[in-house]
């Protein structure tokens, strides 16, 4: 097995724990499911035999993708790792171009680590640990060798030449995120003309490639339902305008507030997640309206045993599907290193992304789990399970109505490239505690745990 670098080991490694359990119960899966086929003769119940068999089977399977990953050569890997940019290390200064005699001009960021170290506006930096730097590109390269650890700094100010010694802190994956000196304190001051660009979503053939399969999918199923003459046209025109416009509320508000600063803030985006949040709520709740009500589909089931049966499901399914779907992209991508590699390993990043490493003090917190643990899966689940799910249910079979929904629902989440697996496992859970209760608090709970863990595990607790 060939080397792997520091910061795909971790990743590698990260991935192995968390799949431990499943992989390493594969084997007690199948004496269980041989002892559960045996007592079904007994008793003549066979739906757990045939579940728990089917789960030892999964386990098997993501025990061997495991093996295979481990075993590849890390050319073959790679594309698993390449996905998803990783954290970066950051020392708070700006290149303003390359200087006479070699080296870049920098200006330091108020609070941050080249600020603290006493450099200045107009300085050269001429080398980190002896690497030349006659780039922003250098730059990045060279600090991201080691990105968390302190380093040498070669700066030439006037006729003197100094070395200091800088350790980075924590970047984003797409740009350096922080908030020590307040969460409304820009980065780089910006003009109206540069907040709008700066703003703006960049979105390539890739994603729009993705976006357009999302767009066949919705056209498919209203199509579907039009045909057995169940469908509501106006609901699904809503549903797609919705969409549209809490893409364009978070546009607006992170360009007010860049105009309002006059930069780029995490604040900015802390403030664009909660709008489009609070904007999805209010339109699920008009889309939720124009649907009848709906009692369970399925064989009923308490609330409360509802949420507990769901919330076992996704803990057992969601890493199995997420490392299954991991090891397929990783194999297209290693297989097919053209247009179809770019899709496989294709993610554009997360929410959680942009908030990585951030010091959001307590109203950042706050503003995060508001937004992203509140009002975002209230909205979501009055557009899924509230409009959408009640709507199929009209026209397809309960089973159909829970997969096409929770298939809408994951696809809506493609900037998640290979993770996609998790929202489209999830979207099947929460239609079917749905279904099985009839009651949209619970689906409403079950999301706002899981996001709510998600936040405090990755980007409060990180």
């Not at 303003?96 to 680590?113: D, F, H, K, S, Y």
């Amino acid at each position: 097995m060939q080397h792997r670098a520091p910061q795909e080991s971790r990743a590698f490694h990260a991935l192995l724990l968390g799949v431990a359990i499943p992989v390493l119960a594969a084997p007690i899966g199948w004496l269980v499911a041989v002892w559960a086929r045996r007592r079904a003769r007994l008793t003549g119940h066979h739906l757990w035999a045939r579940r728990i068999a089917g789960l030892a089977l999964v386990d098997t399977l993501v025990a061997l993708a495991v093996l295979g990953i481990a075993l590849a050569p890390g050319e073959a890997t790679a594309p698993l790792t390449e996905g998803r940019p990783a954290p970066r290390g950051f020392l708070g200064v700006t290149v303003e171009g390359p200087a006479e005699g070699g080296g870049v001009r920098i200006t330091p960021l108020a609070g941050m680590p080249a600020e603290a170290a006493g450099l200045r506006e107009g300085d050269v930096l001429l080398a980190i640990d002896d690497a030349p730097i006659d780039s922003a590109e250098a730059l990045r390269a060279a600090v991201n060798e080691d990105p968390f650890s302190a380093r040498r700094v070669r700066v030439r100010r006037g006729d003197a030449t100094f070395d200091r010694s800088i350790e980075p802190v924590r970047g984003a994956p797409r740009g350096p995120v922080v908030g020590a000196e307040g969460l409304f304190v820009p980065l780089h001051e910006r003009t109206a003309a540069e907040c709008l660009a700066a703003e703006r979503p960049r979105i390539g053939w890739p994603q729009l490639v993705l976006y357009a399969l999302v767009a066949a999918l919705g056209l498919g199923l209203f199509l579907a339902t039009r045909q057995r003459g169940g469908a509501d046209g106006l609901l699904w025109l809503l549903g797609a305008a919705l969409l549209l416009a809490v893409a364009g509320v978070g546009l607006l508000a992170r360009y007010g507030t860049c105009r309002a600063v006059a930069g780029t803030t995490i604040g900015g985006a802390l403030v664009a997640l909660v709008a489009q949040a609070a904007a999805l709520v209010l339109g699920g709740w008009a889309l939720r309206r124009r649907v009848p009500a709906a009692g369970p589909l399925l064989a009923p089931l308490p609330p409360l045993r509802a949420y507990a049966r769901a919330l076992f499901y996704a803990f057992a399914w969601v890493p199995r599907t997420g490392l299954l779907a991991w090891a397929l992209a990783g194999a297209a991508a290693a297989l097919a290193p053209g247009w179809l590699g770019d899709l496989a390993r294709l993610q554009t990043g997360t929410a959680l992304d942009a908030f990585a490493g951030a010091e959001l003090g307590a109203g950042g917190a706050a503003l995060l789990l508001i937004g992203g643990a509140l009002l975002g899966p209230i909205g979501e689940e009055l557009v899924f399970r509230g409009a959408l799910l009640p709507h199929l249910a009209r026209t397809f079979s309960p089973w159909a109505a829970i997969v096409a929904s929770g298939v809408v629902f994951g696809f809506l989440h493609v900037h998640h490239g290979a993770s996609i697996a998790g929202p489209l496992t999830l979207g099947v859970i929460l239609g079917w505690a749905w279904a099985r209760t009839g009651d949209l608090r619970v689906p409403i709970a079950l999301h706002c745990t899981f996001n709510a863990g998600a936040l405090v595990t990755t980007v409060l607790l990180a």
